[in-house]
């Protein structure tokens, strides 16, 4: 198992603008490391370049110990898995599998039973003898998952490899890659746009936007400190409500959208010195109000869409010049054009300097524990 | 240190990309070699000798300037064989792609046994100028040929069809639109059943009529099909020789004496290469123009699907 | 569709057909009749009788020329396919300086029509001493632009990502065009192979002038011999030959037509 490190790696096509810049990263033996960002982000470029598929134009790559940067694809230790599974259409199931190891001299009878044991590990056995076109999009998705770990090269690459199947199925494989990499301890870089894959996959993941770094981290340590607000608004579904507030240092409290205050208890009076903030808060941090809730910070607002899930329900309403969203556990009957009061506590909501973009304070009251088989909410 | 691994890294990445191109230059180069030996060089040589006074061996002998040209440009035989051409040209044209569009319009039926039909119009693709010329050559036969003896059992005059200067033409044109008909009908075709069927079926969902769908959806979307057939056929016409050799040999008085044809007689049966050269030149432009004309006014029809 | 206009199109289509194939369908009769059934203008031979077809053979070395036209169309096809899929390679998998200019090169050969180069070709093929032979009547048409398009606008239907897997599995360029590139293109292979074969097997004017002699001789050629020495007298046998000589173009067509319409117009249109 190797590690994968990248110093102040860039890319650019025409010498002048750079499409990825200053990456800097160890990816440790045996990890899970999910890069994810919007679509454009350089993402995919990146792994490429990791692949040895595009040219890597500053900074140095190293594989294990040694340098990559000008190392062939086939000499890179990795395999790879694509978005569209790249399966050769004249070839059988088995051969595509063992097509690898043809190249690589293995001999027959070792080639066969490596295939043999994939493909008994995912599910295959029966389909050996099919051309890739007589397989479901879930069959094929395997055996490019076959292809990549029966060469048992210590890196895995794999570039959006669920993305063209149905959601049942996506979630099934989720799982079923996480076993996978997890049996073998290979070091595994999963390229994704999807931020649910992210956090459920990632042992940690990088999240990449404009070609740029954004946070690198354990998925849930980015959940709750998002480091910027592009990060808070990217991870999490529905995504972390954002409006404009601006602080007030006489009174020691946030207006937010020109329409509800909260104040800012004496521990975090520094926080007053930022004047022009963005306030975030998660869906599920915005509770209802009850009688208790104190007047200030009740709010009541009026629901423009409502979608009652079952086990939840979603509602979204105005602040400011934002659609923000509110999801509460559990079945409501709410209609749209319902006034619903709401509360939203200081220790559940995110601030960001509005200049720098920083992360000024994160929310902290998130976490549940169970202490002594007990309960704590 | 630093300076020399990065001049080794830039020479490297020189080194890299020159190896791309000289990787596909070693798979261009069969064909290279081939186009400059077969088509290249030879239409510069062509060039060179319209030039020139040839000796038999088709070398240059005495440089005459555009003296060729104006001979020919003065010969009656040539601006016989030009207007020959261009006749030639608008009988075989239009009525072969309005043929051949008319055929693959109810041939893109969906109706029982369709496969046997489009098999048949499309048969003339596998004929040769020679095997399709010797089989009208008899059907244009005076006495026992098939022609003369319907316009007989009709009552009407018998007519010489490939002896008669002015039904000549006409008999070879005739012969060369049955020709090309399994051609275009097999492109046109293709064309036609690559229109989305929903556009017809939306077209049906407001109540269109087979005219009105064959005016405003299958014309339209057939265009560039279309444009390129015609196209197709131009060139096609332009470079007719095997008919001519067979059915008139460019006779009578010199009525079917279409260019390839008489490029043909000035070169390899009078030894005038320099003229034939020059007349050559003159195909090479008219094929041009047909060409310039199709990348202009084709590419902007095409409707990627 | 309505039954009047199931009635109307069958009737279109009947009549089209007829009028279509109706030379074939003569030249097919009359190569079984005798002199004086065709002097009398009929269209049913009394009886189908091969006389004709022999006496074909004896007249002309036809056997000799089916053969020379056999090997000639089929070295015309196999060069064409490996001249014209390597090229088409080169433009779609590999990227370099100057490809646009290559591909322009190309694709202006198309408007070079093959009449007006023929005078250099012809004193080119004497100089190699390459009249009267196998080479001089296949290898001028190797390299063909349209071949070209052709299976280039294939290989650009196969993802990219196909390539990388194989770099990344350590396969060579080569091995890559072999193994992956050329068995997953079989159909437009099968297209452009047809295509060759059926243009030179028809092909009339390059081997009028560089055969002088029986010994390459392809059967269009033995057409017109056979045409001019039988004036109007024995038309059977002429007809005969017409038959010996379309058969095979017809069943190659027979059999691809559908392969090779869809073949061509993606070739030509896309």
Redesign the interface.
Known sequence: MKKVELLNVSKTYDKKTEVISNINVTIEPGEFFVLVGPSGCGKSTMLRMIAGLE?ITGGILRIGEKEAN?LPPSKRDISMVFQNYALYPHLTVMENIVFGLHVKKIPKLERKTRCNDVAAMLGLSEYLNRKPRELSGGQRQRVALARAIVNEAPICLMDEPLSNLDAKLRAHMRSEIRQIQRRLGITMIYVTHDQVEAMTMGDRIMILHDGKIQQIGKPIDIYNHPANPFVATFIGSPPMNIAEGVMNEMQSEILIADICKIKIPDEDSRLLQTKQVLVGIRPEHIKAASKETSHESRMVVEAINVEILGNETIFSFKVGGHEWMAKWNGQWRLQVGDRIPIQMKYESICLFDRKTNERIKAPTDIENFILDKEVFL | MKESSVSLLAK??IWK?SL??R???L??F??????S???????F??IY?SFFLTDQ??SAALFVGLENYTYLLESQAFRNSIKATILFVLYTVPAGVILAL??AL??N???RG?GF????????????????S??????F?PS?G?FN?FLSLMNLPEVQWLLDPDWALLSVSISTI?LN??FSF??L???LQ?IDGYLYESAKIDGAGYWYQLRRITIPMLS??LF?IITISL?NA??S??QI??LTKGGPSQATNLI?YS??RE??VNYQ?GT??AQ??F??LC??IV??LQFKFGERK?H?Q | ?SFPK?IV??F??LF??FL??F??M??FM?SFMTGGE??Q?KFFPQTFTFDNYFRVFERLPLMKYLINSFVVSAGVMIGQL???S??A??FVF??????DF?FF??IS????????????????IQKLDWTNTYQGLT??F??LAFG?FLLRQHFKTIPKELFEASQIAGLS?FAFFWRVILPVSKTSLVTLGAYGF?TT?????WP??VTNNDQVRTV??G??Q??SQEV?TE?GV??A??IV??IP??L???IG?KQ???G??QG???
């Open positions: 040219d000008h | 490297s990445s990309k791309n191109a990787t596909a230059l798979y261009l069969p064909s290279i070699l081939l186009f030996v077969f088509v290249f060089y030879p239409m040589r062509t000798l061996h088709g008319f055929l109810i041939a039926e969906k109706l369709i039909f489009r098999t048949i119009y499309s048969s003339t693709m596998g004929i040769s100028v020679a095997a399709s010797v089989v009208w050559l008899f059907l036969h026992v098939m003896r049955w008909t399994g097999l492109i075709l293709g064309g690559n560039p099909t390129f060139i332009f470079q020789f095997g050799d067979i390839v490029i043909y070169a390899f290469f034939a050269s050559a030149v195909l090479f094929i041009l060409t310039i095409v990627y | 569709m199931k199109f069958y279109l289509l089209s057909a279509l194939f030379p074939v003569y030249a009359i065709i002097m203008g490996i001249v014209c390597m090229a390679y080169a590999i990227s370099f300086k100057g490809r290559i090169l190309f050969t198309m408007m070079i029509p093959w009449e007006a180069t023929m005078i250099p070709n012809f004193f080119t290898v001028p190797f390299a070209t360029r059926l097997w028809n092909m009339y004017l009028l002038l269009q050629i057409l017109k056979l045409q109007a038309w002429v007809m030959g017409v000589v379309i173009t017809l190659l067509l027979f037509q090779l319409q869809k061509l117009t030509a249109l896309k």
